[in-house]
């Protein structure tokens, strides 16, 4: 099992980016799915997760109304879409899965790094 994330870069404050993850030997619908990130420094902490059905997602405060996950089963990918980015969002974003809700997450991603110039 693999978790791909890309899409991290450089950004200036309020722009914008989204990053992917995508899975191989792993099928996304049948997982529930979420983003972390770690700022340098610091512990990573949750961002986003959305069910395996897709139909419910739920946000750290820090991100609610700046940030959107969601997920393509076609592609097999889920996404981050996140805007008005600011400095305080710099950190490595990672993509995990899990089977349960009610247990960890199972698998993860190798992170992909955001930088957020002020």
């Known amino acids: 099992v693999q978790l791909q994330a890309s899409g991290g870069g450089l950004v200036q404050a309020g722009g914008s980016l989204r990053l992917s993850c995508a899975a191989s030997?792993?099928?996304?619908?049948?997982?529930?799915m979420g983003w972390f990130r770690q700022a340098p420094g610091k512990e990573r902490d949750f961002v986003a997760s959305i069910t395996g059905s897709g139909g419910s997602t739920n946000y750290a405060e820090a991100v609610k109304g700046r940030f959107t996950i969601s997920r393509d089963n076609a592609k097999n990918t889920m996404y981050l879409q996140m805007s008005s980015l600011s400095p305080e969002d710099t950190a490595v974003y990672y993509c995990a899965a899990r089977r349960r809700l009610s247990a960890g997450y199972d698998y993860w991603g190798q992170g992909t790094l955001v930088t957020v110039s002020s």
């Open positions: 030997e792993l099928t996304v619908s049948n997982y529930h």
